[in-house]
């Protein structure tokens, strides 16, 4: 009797991945196809590209070397169909297979696309839970009945008492659920962070490499600074360094930024955590047995184990209880364009010009600077949601919509109206200035609010309160910035406005530029 195929998808590269379990090795094919359309349904950063095609090739290897039969196809193969829609019933057929066994995939459109292989290739097709979460998606649904609002805090405290993830018995380690007040300084003088160690591109690596430099040439992005993990050991490597390291100050500098330090104390793991190559309990555990060991104070790592446990968790339950038409949404009526220095990363404004320009060599920034530069300026500007997330997608090496969307147009964008998050992420240029290095840097003044050398967070910032006045008047977190605003002068907000409607159709915002 035949076997039947086995699907691993770029992102799905785990050893006791569901769709590998009860694998018959005499008969069974497990297919890893590389395929044009998922490289370009978003132009990925090379680096991903890169990094994800790599780790295809090296888990088709450790299957091999397994026994197990793998039908590998590469991108450039001459009968590559270009899409998975295409690349699954050849596979079935080539292999005379009986049935199609996959993972529930990252991405709202691929569910689609697997609900439609069952008619395609006349053989039934299984879509197992992707049990490499620590949230079921179906425990999310129930918990999330019937709430009125949904916040990570008391989903979070849940998924501690569920998992005994630093607890105590049934009290959370330390007395404490949450440590976040101690976690917000800036980078102290004299305090130099590790630089973390590379990973040289190996020979399939750089393979690919030239590959993705062929095909995609337009890619945003470079591939000077690649360094991904492509493999499992390679990923572990990763993670303990940042636990030897990093983790230890992890918490204090968590939401610090500087000029020519794009790690700080971050853990550099989300890559390898969504293709696979690292799983979401291996990391807590580590940064768990590190503070047990005394190695690390329990601020940074109760902030590590929530940003893993908590936060990426509750993004992929909430992009899967509002899927789709979450990324419809644009409850804040934005429709500027998007301005073409997200690409080119030039603009007078330094902090931006820092992000954009370290998204193009690494393919990465940490949380803060998604979240609060390049985030912030399109929640202040009223970019359109749609492009911004594109752009999210196109940036990052470890962009995936079920994590992507939610942070972008949830968190940061507040186009949801309120479903990720209670209040919006806007900030001003004192806020940048509090957190980062990057004012002394740059041709603006943060300390001005109005006029020509102001800094342009500073007028937006109130442009948007007073923009969305109204809709905000009833949200108690919002309650101080409206309470300054009403008390401004007409005349000192009609100036600011002023300001903030000039910058808004000047030239730092033109929507054209020069690939
Ligand atoms: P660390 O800061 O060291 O954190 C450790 C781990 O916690 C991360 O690797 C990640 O797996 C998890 N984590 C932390 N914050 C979040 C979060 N908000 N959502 C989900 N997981 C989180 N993360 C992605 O993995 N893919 C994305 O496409 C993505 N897009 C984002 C877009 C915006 C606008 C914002 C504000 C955040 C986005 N994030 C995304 C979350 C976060 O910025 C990255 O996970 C983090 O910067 C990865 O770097 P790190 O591994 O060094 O993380
Ligand atoms: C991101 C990506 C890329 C660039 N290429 C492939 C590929 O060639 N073959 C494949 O199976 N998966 C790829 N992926 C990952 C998919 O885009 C990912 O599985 C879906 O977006 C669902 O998360
Ligand atoms: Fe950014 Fe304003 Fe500071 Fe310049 S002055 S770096 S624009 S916050």
């Not at 992890?250 to 890559?271: C, K, R, W």
């Not at 972008?408 to 001003?428: F, I, N």
């Not at 159709?505 to 690939?515: F, I, K, R, T």
Request: net charge neutral; with cysteine; charged share 25%.
């Amino acid at each position: 009797m035949s076997g039947v195929l086995r699907l691993v998808l770029g992102d799905q590269c785990s050893d006791g991945l569901a769709s590998l379990a009860g694998l018959d090795p005499a008969r069974d094919v497990v297919l890893l196809a590389e395929v044009q359309s998922e490289c370009t349904y978003i132009r990925h950063h090379k680096q991903k590209i890169v990094l994800v095609l790599s780790a295809m090739r090296h888990f088709a290897a450790a299957l091999r070397e397994r026994g197990v039969r793998v039908d590998h196809v590469p991108l450039d193969d001459p009968d590559n169909t270009g899409t998975l829609a295409g690349e699954v019933p050849r596979a079935v057929a080539r292999h005379g297979l009986r049935g199609i066994v996959c993972t529930h995939p990252g991405e709202w459109r691929v569910l689609q696309d697997m609900r439609g292989w069952e008619a395609a290739t006349g053989v039934p097709v299984e879509i197992r839970d992707d049990d490499r979460f620590l949230c079921d998606l179906g425990w999310f649904r129930r918990w999330a009945q019937g709430k009125r609002q949904l916040r990570m805090e008391f989903f979070y405290r849940e998924m501690r008492r569920v998992t005994g993830l630093l607890m105590d018995g049934a009290l959370p380690a330390g007395g404490q659920w949450n440590y976040d007040s101690e976690n917000r300084r800036r980078l102290d003088k004299g305090v130099r962070p590790p630089v973390p160690a590379r990973i040289p591109p190996d020979a399939i690596t750089q393979e690919v490499a030239a590959l993705v430099e062929r095909h995609f040439p337009e890619h945003f992005g470079t591939l000077d600074g690649l360094a991904w993990p492509v493999m499992a050991a390679e990923a572990r490597a990763v993670l303990d360094e940042f636990v030897a390291h990093r983790l230890p100050l992890f918490g204090d500098y968590q939401d610090a930024m500087a000029t020519n330090e794009p790690v700080l104390f971050h853990a550099l793991i989300s890559t390898s955590l969504n293709s696979g190559l690292l799983s979401p309990r291996e990391c807590c555990e580590a940064a768990e047995a590190a503070w047990r060991a005394g190695h690390a104070p329990l601020n940074a790592v109760e902030g590590f184990i929530r940003q893993i446990l908590g936060w990426r968790e509750y993004i992929r339950g909430v992009y899967w209880l509002k899927m789709p038409g979450y990324g419809e949404l644009n409850a804040l009526e934005a429709m500027r364009p998007l301005p073409w220095f997200y690409w080119s990363g030039e603009t007078r404004m330094n902090c931006v010009r820092q992000v954009v320009r370290q998204t193009r060599d690494l393919a990465y920034a940490h949380h803060i600077q998604r979240l609060m530069i390049t985030g912030n300026f399109a929640l202040l500007a009223g970019l359109e949601p749609a492009p911004v997330n594109e752009w999210y997608m196109a940036v990052y090496a470890d962009a995936y919509e079920w994590v992507e969307l939610p942070n972008t147009h949830g968190m940061a964008l507040h186009a949801d109206g309120g479903v990720m998050a209670s209040k919006p992420y806007a900030g001003s240029g004192a806020y940048i200035n509090r957190m980062s290095d990057y004012c002394r840097g740059c041709a603006y003044d943060v300390k001005s609010g109005a006029g020509p050398d102001a800094c342009p967070f500073n007028y937006l910032y109130w442009d948007f309160v007073a923009r969305h006045e109204r809709r905000f008047g009833a949200n108690p977190r919002m309650a101080m910035p409206l309470q300054t605003l009403r008390k401004m002068a007409p005349e000192k907000l009609a100036g600011i406005r002023a300001d903030a409607a000039a910058f808004l159709v000047g030239p730092e915002m033109s929507p054209e530029g020069q690939p």
